[in-house]
Structures are given as C-alpha cells and as structure tokens.
C-alpha cells in the first residue's frame, strides 16, 4: 500500500527545485520550511489514508452512464467531500475567492501524492483548479463572482472540453458552434468528446468551459472563443437552477483510469431547456479563445507530467515492497539453504534502481517547472520575464519526461512481479494501465517534443537554453569539486551528458535557423529524453550534493554511471538520424513498397 | 485488420535466417521454395481470414469458468477446430505420428500468424506442441501409441504444469507430491497455478504434463519427475473414459489474453475417481523430470518470443494504417489547406520506422534460432553440436528481445493512435495488454539474461559467442563492401555495434572466470539488449544485401543511423555499471536507508 514518500519531497522541492530560495526570497509570504512540511504530512496522510485504499476499488467497478447520469465508483462521491472540505481544492487559489494563495510547487506535490493514491480519482479536481486559472485571468468580475468561489471550494467542479472527433490535436479544426444571443449570452452546438469528469456525481453543479466558434469567425485556431456553459443555470442567489441544454451522451470505455468517467459531451441539440441551444458566457474576448485556454492548458500540462511522478512512485513502492517479500532462487553469496528475497538478486536491484532514479528525475524536473511558474508569477520585471521562459522550456520536458517514465516504471513494477504483476488483483497491471494514458492527452508527448525545439528552444534566439544549460553545469562542476567517493564518475558522466544536450541543442537552431524544420522536428523526440535525462541527472547530483555522501548519491552514481551515457547515443539520433529517417519515410505512405 | 506479411515472413526465413542453406543442403527433405510460399500463404490467410476477426470478441468476452467447466469465448472452439482440421497442429510434428514433419522454421512462421491474428488464441495450441516434442522425446512406446496420434491430430490438446504459488521461477522449490502406485502408475497430490489453457472447450479430452517430487526424491530440482496426467483416463479403444481426479479451481482475471483460460489446478483432491489421487504416468525417469521439461521449455521459450514479434507485427500495421488515415495539422512542406495525415509528420514517421525495425530485427533473431534448432536436429556429427550451441545462445536472445520489443511496439503504436488508442474499442491497447505477458512467462525476460551470461556465453569457454561475433562482422563487412548508397553508415555503425558487443562479452566472460558472479549478473540485462540490437541490425543488413538497394536498406540504416548508437550506452552499463549498482543495492533492503 502506497505511502506518501513525504521526505524525499520536501528534500526535491526544497534543495533540488528551489523551494529554499523562493522562501528565502520572501515572495511566497510567510510560507515556512515547518508549515511547508505540516501542510504535505498531513496531505501524504489523507493520500495514503483515504484515497489509496478506494483506487482498487475505482479500477474494478469504474464509472457508470445509466441515462444521462454518471455514477462514479463506490465510495468516491464522499472521498471527494472529504477531499475538499479538508481544504486541498483550494491550496493554492487565490485568497480572494478563498483560495490559500500557496505556491504552485506545494500544490504540484500535493497533487503528486492525491496521483499516487488513485489517479482516476485525482484528475478531476486538477480540471477545476486549471479552470480556476483560467476564470481568474480571463473572466468578467460578473462570472468571476458568480462561479469563482464555488469552484475554489470545491462545491462545484469545472471540465475542459476541446476535443471533437475530427480535432484532437488540431483545434484549429473543431466545429462547435456559439451563437450571440440578444441578451449578451451565446447558444453552443456541438459534440465534444473525450472529456473528463464531463458528468459525475461529486458535486450539485458542473462548470463547462468550452471552445467553439462564433458563425463569422476567421478559419483556424484564430476563430475560437471560450465559453463558461454550467451544467445547471446559476440562480440570483447562487444556487443551481434549470438544467443547461448539455448532457453526456456516452462514456469511454478505456484500458485504465476507470473511476474517471471521460465523456461524449452534447451541447444544444433541445434535451433541456426552453429552445436548443447550451446558454454559455463568453470568457475573454470574442477569438482569443485559444490564449485563455493555454492558460488552462499550461497547467494542464504539468498536472499531467505530476501523474507521471505520482505514478511511478506508487510502482516503485509496490515493486520494492514484492522484491523484499517474495522469494525464489538463491543469489550470489546467499548463506544457508533458503531461497532469497527477489531483491538480492542483481538484476532486480538494476530494475528497482532504474525505477527509483528515472522517478526522482522525473519529480526533480516537474517540481522544477512549478518554481519557474511561482517566479514568474511572483516576481516582477527581467526576473518574471526570464523565469516565465524557464516555466515555458521546463513545461514540454516536465509534461512528457515523467509520463514517459510512468509508464516505463509502471511496465518494469510489473515485471518485478513475475506471474503475481499480470494477475488484475496485484495491482501493478492497472497502475501501468492508468500511467499509459498520460503520454497521450493535454498534448501527445510527440507534440510536447515539437513544441520543445520549434518554441521553446528558439526563446531569445537560443540564450535562454544556453543559460539553462550553464547553470547545470554547475551542478557537473560542483560534483566533480566535491569531495564525495559516493558520487563516483558522476561529475564527469554528467558533464558529457551535458556536452550531448548543448551539441544538439546547438545543431537543432542551426536547422531552425537554415528553414530546415522538418530535419530539425525528426529529431525533436529524442532531443527531448536527451534534454530531461540531462537535466534531471543534473538536479539530482544537486540534490545529493545538498544532502551528504549517502544514498542520494549513490542512487545519483547509478543513474549516471549506467543511464547517462544513453545521452550519446540520443545525441547522435538529433543530429545524424534525421536523413536516414526522412529517405526511409517515404516508403510508409500508401504509394511505399 | 491484420494482414500476413508473408512476403516479409518469406525474404527473413530464406534470406537472413537460413532456409535457403537448409533447403539446399537436403536436410528438409523435398521442401522447396514453392512449397514454403504455399504453405505460409494459406497459413496467413487463415490467420487473417479466420483469427483475427475473433480476437476482440475473445479480448471482450474472455474466458469463463463455471463449476469447473471453462468456456472459451464464442467462436472460439469452431476457430480451433477449423485450425486443426487444417492440419495446422501437425505441421512440425513427427510424421510417424500423423505430423508432416517440417522444420521448426516453417512452425514458427505460421506461429507468428496465429499469434498476430490472436494471441490468446494461438497460446493453447503452441502448449500441445512442445508436449509433443517431450512425449516424443522421452516418453515409453507405451505413452507415445496412446497419446501422440491424438495430439498431433489436436483432437486433444496438452498442457504444461510447472509452476506453485511459491515455485515460480525457481523449480526447485515445488511440492506437488507424486506416489508410487501398485501398478506402476502414480498418484498425484497438489495444486499449479498459472496453468495456460488447463482447462477449456476446445477438446474432449486434456493431457496434463506435471512435474511433482516423489516421497523419496533429493530436494531441489533433482528430485523433479516429470508425469502425464489426462483429463479422463484413455480407455483400451483409445477413447476417453472415466473422469481422472483433476480440475480447474479457478481461471485469473488477468491484464490481458483474456481468451486464454489461466487455471489454478487442483490434482488429487479426491473430487472425482475412487480413492483421492489423480492418476499419472512416469515420462522419462524418476528424478530427471527437469530434463524432460526443458525440452519443452526451450521450445516454449522460442514461442513465446515469437509472440512478441506477432503482437509487434500487428501493431505495426495498426498504427500505419491509422497514421495514413488519421488527419491533423499541416505536415512540413504540405500543400494547399487540408490537415495532413499523421504519417507525414516526421516525429510519428519516426515512431512507426522505430516499430518496423525493431519489430523486423525481432523476426529476424527468432527465425534464426528456429533455424539453429532444425541444424541441430536434421543435421549431425560436429554440425550438429555446433548448432546445438547456437540454439542455446539464441533461446534466450529470441524469448527476452522480441517480446520486449513486443511491449515497446505495442505502447509506441498505441501512441500513433493519440486518445483513440487508449479507448478499447480500437483494439491497439489490447495489443498492448497482450503483449504485457510475454516478457514474464516462459521465464522472465531477466532469467532469460541470467542464462545468456551464465550458461550461453561460457559455452565452449566463449569461443562459441565469439564465432557468431565473427559471423555478424562478416555482414557488416559485406554492408561496407557494398557499393548500395543506401545503406548509408550502416556498414560502420555495424562494426561498431560488434565491438561493443565484442567488449560487453569479453568484460563478462573474464568476470566469470574470475568467480566475479555478482558484478556478472549485474549487467545480465543490458548485455541481453545489447547482443540482441547488434545481432539484429546485422541480420537486417544482410537481408537488405540480398534485397538491393531499395525501402530494407532505407530501413536497415535508419536502424543503423538511430538506434545502433544505444550499443555504446549498453556496453558502458555492463562494464562500466556494476560497481555503482551493487554499491546503491544495499540501499534496497529492508535496513536500507
């Protein structure tokens, strides 16, 4: 059974992150290394406490469509009011709606932990208080004051809804329609698919935020307009009232997150209401639907990387936990006639290590990307604007490192398991079943690596990633200054790594620079692992420097000594694959052999 | 829809692995090119035709048990008796006992097949073979006249009972307990778990293959017997007669092949027959029951890694086809407004040139141990030991790296699909959770690593490996020789590849014969993916030797060009990696930190 690994968060966000310094800083108020460690003790408590115990549960029964209305697994309804009214909903919302204002890295790791737990059940909160963002920074004070303080709460819950069948990636092609009605509302319709938490039964009223496109909308993504559709029209006095024209027509049936009900959402065609038509208020302004949904996007994107983390640690537990009760064969030096706990035996401890530092790498970089966020957020002038580009670098790698990682952990958990791992009752089978999804939404990790090295990389024609990259250095530098035998080759394995990511780096904007995109985007997906495998072995030897020659460093020691040198090897798949690749491409169209 | 890539399947049998040489040399009787193209082509026929519109119902519906009677899903046992009824069980079996007697290659081809149309289905079958090979092997006369006609027929089909809630990997430690019975027959006493297809609609009649310990036998595993057990005792005429005390006490509720019947079977419990005790028959002698069972389980290894490449195979087509269909955005260079498919972009044509080239350097590896097997038996003298020496050094390559691969293929095709393949609907999460087996049965894909290094490699004192390294090298050369502009760097990433092959088994070779076990077995996994990736890439060179400059040469260089670089990365973790894992491992036990 899961528990939460409250230690090595603090110590990640703290001494690898850059919780120290943003405390240190005095802009996260009067935030304290003890209140920091009260508020996830006490998170790790519930995760472990009340949510783990329901995840079985949530995979086996799953969500339920009987006419119309989503029954969510057994139990869950009251674990989602006990969630919020712990006050979890609201950590880091803004104290003027009754938000706590925390920092964004406290919310990240407490969302890690509620992941860990059950991730069917975590990703719908997450959708509300990415929606919270958006309603804040984009709404009218009207729907601000109407909806804010619900959804702060938890009251309410809010859902985004992008997708359509022929627009997945591509929004610039979606066909829900918004018509202006004489009073200052629109009428929405259309189906939109995909869309989690659309329907449920955790609270009385759901927020819809939604994207479609006004009748005289320029084509493409420029023609998009975001739209607050309630699932029951807000009475003066606050209260639901008469039911929207909206309602769930089917729901997935999908290989994991079962508890989470992901919906084919209705909107206008007559079910409810006086004339068809889902009565919705514009968010921002008419056409700039698409900035307010990055917003939501954004955070989107790191909740979704954080799922990776939380997934992987939950693997990692159960993984470790088998490898020291289980026993078969007899390892090397094995005294006496008994066979050994599966962890004796080397090659189990390869797979654990493996699990253990690809997810501390993962965490390192997620929890690295909420820093850049508070700074941008919190300070001000050059300072917002460097960190602001540092949460945009950081966001790609931060979203499909770690659920690549997930997945990857959750697979090699498994295989700990032997037998036991395929059995559904084990468990290790439904975390990889849940991880595998996250690769996919909030933007497939293939497009996270595109959006890397055609937009993130180029920020300030290349300076910001050169400066990044120096910093970790640092870390090279430092490990190799120090006087540390844990730490072995790792300052030197770590500065050819580092080598590798400027050397690809560097060849990525020579291609950007020269029209050479396509060259540039057949490597974007290995650039990408190159990038966080880098980086996170660099924020980790931090850590472990921070922390003393000790198991940190050991576990640092192994990434380093036998992970990093795959760095070389991803290196030369950015700058020499990319013609073997485009020559071969030909031959998988429908003319090809 | 899966379609037999019998092309494909027929240049990899004559042109990399060796049918052309085995049918030249005579040793295959009157097989001839024609008759092989024939053969395959009705297989894959069969397999797209017959299986593979079966597979999502199997998926769905799964297998049930109900009062110990197992229902195999609907269509299913018809499938199965079409199957036999197409000769299709008798392929390779012993034509004295009414099997047409073709090499193990051609049965592992049309194994391919079934498994690409249905995994689950194509499980059961793939048991009787390898009992087959045992009885055939080691069996009295007696045994062979009552069972043998009747299993190659597949009228009845057989199973293999190895494993014990505490004995999984390690055999030793079973305890199914076999007594001596006044007329030479045993009585059997306990439980097996895991036991594919234990029970099930497909025949009347079930032969059990069981290894339990007789009341005086040596502990470990030699005092293992090995004994036949049938369903229903065999009367005089050959037909089935009474119930024999055994039965099926439960199936598992598994990840994935949820067609195949998993069953905990109970023998002896005293259910069915006069007096508890399921009756038995001694195979081969008393205590050497392990020798009887490897015979089957090396056969059982080869198949299972087969199932990898089938699981691959089908997903590559899958996720093709989507990628040509599937639109979104505007590929590099598109024309005109319309979205582009997928298949032009060039991140998704790296994931689907990934696929096709590791899934056909899979192919490639177990179609060459299939081969090494037929030299082994067809041939003699030297030869023959020889070969013998080949096939143990590509069991394990052929189980560990292509149901890997399997698993890698499976989520990368998934991938290609975005949030349409996470819906079970659309059949790619299914590959995924099918594929998800592979790497733990049969031995898992870490045994099989444990066994490359420590009874593969050492054979005759490495010289062994080191001819085959001087094999591969010849292909490389041949690829450096070749004036074909396509093969780009092949020739020399090749070579390279070798000497990282040629280092990692050196480093190896010299620790086992310095007793230094641990620091051997510490790097047992990256050796495995290692040789596997080298020994892959250089079969696919030289069957795009054979083919002329032309789309498997583009791919083979792709291979080259982006994944052969991982060799040095692999080779750093097996001579470079131990030391810093066997430091950190101590960090694992329970005293850990």
């Not at 966020?373 to 790698?397: C, F, K, V, Y």
């Not at 439904?430 to 999804?437: G, P, S």
Request: with cysteine; charged share 20%; net charge negative.
């Amino acid at each position: 059974m899961y528990r939460a690994p409250v230690e090595e968060i603090v110590h990640t966000l703290t001494h690898v992150a850059g919780l120290d310094r943003l405390i240190e800083s005095g802009l996260a108020g009067d935030l304290s290394p003890d209140l920091v460690e009260a508020i996830l003790t006490e998170a790790g408590r519930f995760a472990a406490e009340e949510i783990a115990p329901l995840a079985r549960i949530g995979d086996k029964e799953g969500a339920r469509l009987r006419d119309g209305v989503v029954t969510t697994p057994p139990g869950w309804p009251e674990l989602y009011r006990k969630w919020r009214e712990g006050g979890w909903n609201a950590l880091s919302a803004p104290e003027r709606w009754g938000g706590q204002g925390l920092p964004a890295m406290l919310a990240i790791a407490t969302l890690e932990m509620w992941n860990s737990g059950a991730m069917a059940f975590a990703i719908g909160p997450t959708l509300t208080i990415g929606a919270i963002e958006a309603l804040e920074r984009h709404a009218s004070e009207e729907l601000k004051r109407v909806y804010l303080e619900k959804l702060v709460s938890g009251e309410w819950m809010a859902t985004m809804n992008l997708t359509e069948p022929q627009a997945g990636s591509d929004l610039g092609a979606l066909k829900t329609r918004a018509e202006r009605a004489p009073d200052g509302t629109y009428r929405l319709f259309g189906q939109k698919i995909f869309i989690t938490y659309g329907e449920h039964d955790f609270t009385e009223n759901i927020v819809h935020l939604v994207l479609a496109r006004l009748p005289d909308a320029p084509p493409g993504t420029r023609g998009i307009s975001l739209f607050l559709v309630p699932k029951f029209l807000v009475r003066e006095d606050g209260t639901p009232g008469p039911r929207n024209d909206v309602f769930c027509a089917s729901i997935e049936h999908k290989m994991g997150i079962h508890g989470s009900p992901t919906c084919t959402m209705i909107y206008g065609d007559g079910r409810f209401g006086e004339a068809p038509g889902a009565i919705g208020w514009l968010v921002g302004e008419e056409n700039r639907g698409l900035a307010c949904m990055f917003t939501m996007m954004n955070n989107a994107r790191l909740a979704v990387g954080i799922q990776g983390v939380a997934v992987a640690e939950a693997a990692c537990q159960k993984a470790l936990a088998y490898a020291r009760e289980r026993r078969q064969g007899r390892a090397p030096g094995a005294k006496g006639d008994e066979m050994s706990p599966i962890v004796a035996h080397p090659d189990i401890q390869r797979t654990l290590m493996t699990m253990q530092a690809m997810t501390q790498a993962a965490r390192a970089i997620a929890y690295s990307c909420a820093h850049a966020i508070d700074m941008a957020r919190l300070s001000g002038g050059d300072e917002a604007t460097h960190w602001q580009m540092r949460a945009n670098l950081l966001t790609p790698l931060a979203k499909a490192f770690p659920t690549d990682v997930g997945v990857e952990v959750a697979s090699l958990g498994l295989q700990v398991h032997g037998g036991m791992g395929y059995i559904e009752e084990t468990g290790a089978a439904a975390l990889l079943r849940d991880a595998r999804i996250a690769p996919i939404y909030e933007g497939t990790n293939g497009i996270q690596a595109i959006d890397l090295v055609t937009r993130k990389l180029p920020q300030a024609d290349g300076a910001h990633v050169r400066g990044f990259i120096g910093e970790l250095r640092r870390d090279a530098e430092a490990a190799r200054g120090a006087n540390m035998a844990g730490l072995g080759a790792t300052g030197a394995r770590l500065a050819r790594a580092l080598d590798d990511l400027e050397e690809a780096s560097e060849h990525l904007l020579r291609l950007l620079d020269e029209g050479e995109t396509e060259a540039a985007l057949a490597g974007a997906t290995p650039y990408l692992r190159l990038f966080a495998l880098a980086a996170g072995a660099a924020m980790l030897t931090r850590g472990a420097l921070a922390a003393g020659d000790g198991a940190r460093a050991r576990l640092v020691r192994y990434l380093a000594e036998n992970h990093l040198p795959e760095t070389a090897a991803l290196k030369q798949a950015v700058t020499e694959g990319a013609q073997s690749l485009l020559t071969a491409a030909g031959d998988l169209s429908e003319h090809g052999r």
